[in-house]
């Protein structure tokens, strides 16, 4: 199916983020787009109401469909209560978001979207639409770009036989019709034209930003996190806080997200001066400022007032770290399984590791060529990753680089449990045995 779905579709598809839809939105609706207005859709509780009979008929030619079928009228049990399926997807099902995407499938065609493909002098073969709208679509949320508003406004005919066939209708309250100058919400962001010229409506600028909703969830976990360390030493506010900066600064990086990242850093900075004066309530700022503030340990900042723990091995980070770099969006229907594409998959997972990755992980995966040393197989991958030691500490192995190797989860596991720390340090012959025993196991596992 994967080769079958359409190119604006991206949400649990591999190889594809929200960040591909939001880098596809920002290029339809620059300044000299003719779309000006947005439909912005949402189905009503879909997961619950796809038609089962609809999915079946999409996977007719599929080997295992009866299995499947089996996996849609299972019925689940509440409270000691056997309920059936009659419609919908498994709850929390592995499978899903795949037939969800199955069903959700075909929405350019129901709505009339053409596209026409010209050649350039570069000989590639570019795609051009040639209707006055466009469809972006993540799982259940989608929105369609238009020229006009009646065009917009038609769209709620165009789709009822479209809904009809898979069982589902709209959500009035998330359904709506708005211009671009008024700006809409999508998968955490907000999307709107400016006026940038002395004379409003003359010259517009796209810019997208992190939305309140966002904003607010990203402070009421910071504030949560905050309460629950309340009383608890530096080291756990730390560990607490710094995932959560992280995760949010990398997925707000490919916007105009500077102003909110030092917002958001003022604000911590606030919540932690108050989180220190709770905590040592009998002694005076000149002491809380000369113990837990110190310079940037890692080098990446000229800031001394960076919370740290008394054994200045934990730091807390800050969002305005984090560099703006706009996302390359994925190309057209270039999909992972085509086996010429290799290194433009490839070249993409090291851009995305070196985003989602501290410096230390970054150095190491570069070293080692972005493979496993333990199995020999990519570390690119959406299996986890831990530091390894090479001689390890038990017989005198240090922190430095040189000792220090990234290796998949699940290879760390299996090498202490072949050679226990504890025991002798594991020679030449027996490294490679062990590596042929994992990627002999990994395959086995993958067929």
């Known amino acids: 199916w994967e080769q079958r779905f359409e190119s604006i579709s991206y949400g649990f598809r591999p190889k594809r983020s929200p960040h591909d839809a939001v880098e596809i939105i920002f290029r339809k609706l620059n300044a000299r787009s003719k779309k000006k207005w947005i439909f912005e859709g949402d189905f009503k509780g879909c997961f619950d109401n796809l038609d089962h009979q609809y999915i079946l008929k999409q996977i007719e030619d599929f080997p295992a469909k009866d299995i499947i079928q089996k ?68 799982a259940d949320d989608f929105v369609i770009l238009c020229e006009t508003k009646r065009e917009a406004m038609s769209m709620y005919e165009k789709l009822k036989p479209y809904l009809e066939k898979r069982g589902l209708e709209l959500a009035p309250e998330k359904t709506k019709v708005s211009h671009i100058s008024e700006g809409f919400d999508f998968l955490g962001f907000n999307f709107r034209q400016y006026p940038v010229n002395k004379i409003k409506g003359q010259l517009w600028k796209m810019l997208i930003r992190p939305n309140k909703k966002s904003i607010s969830k990203m402070i009421g976990k910071i504030r949560e996190c905050f309460k629950k360390k309340q009383g608890s030493n530096v080291v756990n506010l730390i560990k607490d806080l710094n995932p959560i900066i992280r995760g949010y600064a990398n997925y707000w990086n490919t916007v105009t997200s500077k102003k909110i990242f030092s917002k958001m850093d003022s604000y911590i900075w606030k919540k932690v001066k108050h989180f220190l004066k709770r905590l040592h309530p009998n002694k005076p700022w000149k002491w809380i400022n000369t113990v837990y503030f110190h310079a940037d340990i890692r080098g990446q900042s000229k800031n001394k007032w960076l919370l740290t723990s008394q054994d200045k091995k934990y730091q807390l980070i800050q969002m305005n770290w984090t560099p703006i770099i706009r996302h390359v969006p994925v190309t057209y229907r270039n999909s992972p399984f085509d086996h010429n594409l290799g290194e433009y998959y490839q070249s993409r997972d090291i851009k995305k590791f070196n985003k989602d990755n501290i410096a230390l992980r970054q150095k190491l995966a570069k070293t080692q060529k972005h493979k496993c040393p333990l199995c020999q197989t990519s570390i690119l991958t959406e299996e986890g990753l831990e530091i390894h030691h090479k001689n390890p500490k038990f017989h005198g192995g240090t922190n430095e680089y040189r000792n220090l190797t990234l290796v998949h989860t699940s290879c760390h596991i299996l090498w202490h449990k072949t050679f226990p720390a504890k025991g002798t340090v594991p020679n030449g012959k027996q490294t490679k045995a062990f590596s042929k025993m994992l990627r002999k196991r990994k395959t086995i596992i993958y067929l």
Do not use: C
């Open 71 to 138: 996996w849609l009228k299972a019925g689940f049990i509440d409270n000691n209560v056997f309920n059936m399926t009659e419609s919908g997807t498994p709850q929390g099902g592995i499978i899903s978001p795949v037939l969800a995407n199955i069903a959700l499938h075909g929405m350019e065609a129901e709505i009339g979207v053409k596209y026409r493909f010209t050649k350039r002098k570069t000989g590639k073969i570019q795609n051009e639409i040639v209707d006055t709208k466009t469809v972006v679509r993540y």
